[in-house]
């Protein structure tokens, strides 16, 4: 059954779930690039992006919001992370919006509604705080994501390096405007 049908809760993080976005960040970080990346590179950037000290960090700025996915049974799923301007990861020229920077799914919610759970409560958030746009970076070659991003209304308006231990990477820069219903 898809989880677009079932009650499934998505809930601002709290301090006490740094051991669970750290989790949830690891496997989906590693589910999602272990194949293209050395593995040195991954378990150095794993080690260093999704530590307790790192992830508590962004948790305690307040110009960034975590929120968690869980099924009905508590499990969790997933998260989203979203920024205001302030908390930004990149320069953009846009105004009145806010960064997408991360949608986690473990893969066993891939494919079946969790991401678009995760999307409408960005849509929320910027709503919440009263931005005109979403923005996002995304991994050239994750093809998946790079397709979930165009089904949910957005399109590509720039690109960006992103460095990868000694790697140059590229990211697609994507943005979505919102309607007046949004």
Do not use: C
């Not at 957005?154 to 994507?174: I, K, N, S, Y």
């Amino acid at each position: 059954m898809s989880f677009l049908f079932q009650v499934i809760p998505v809930t601002p993080a709290t301090p006490d779930g740094v051991p669970r976005l750290q989790a949830i960040g690891r496997e989906t970080f590693v589910q999602t690039f272990a194949q293209n990346n050395d593995p040195d590179e991954l378990a150095r950037y794993v080690a260093e992006a999704f530590a307790a000290e790192q992830v508590q960090a962004e948790l305690a700025n307040p110009d960034s919001f975590f929120y968690l996915l869980t099924d009905g049974a508590g499990t969790d799923l997933g998260y989203l992370k979203v920024n205001l301007a302030p908390a930004f990861t990149e320069a953009v020229d846009l105004e009145n919006a806010l960064e997408v920077q991360r949608i986690y799914l473990l893969r066993a919610a891939q494919g079946q509604g969790a991401g678009r759970l995760l999307m409408d409560q960005a849509l929320a958030a910027a709503r919440e705080h009263g931005l005109s746009q979403l923005w996002l970076g995304v991994w050239e070659h994750n093809l998946g994501a790079l397709e979930f991003y165009r089904r949910s209304g957005f399109v590509p308006f720039g690109r960006h390096t992103f460095m990868f231990g000694q790697e140059a990477q590229t990211d697609v820069l994507m943005r979505r405007d919102l309607g007046p219903q949004e």
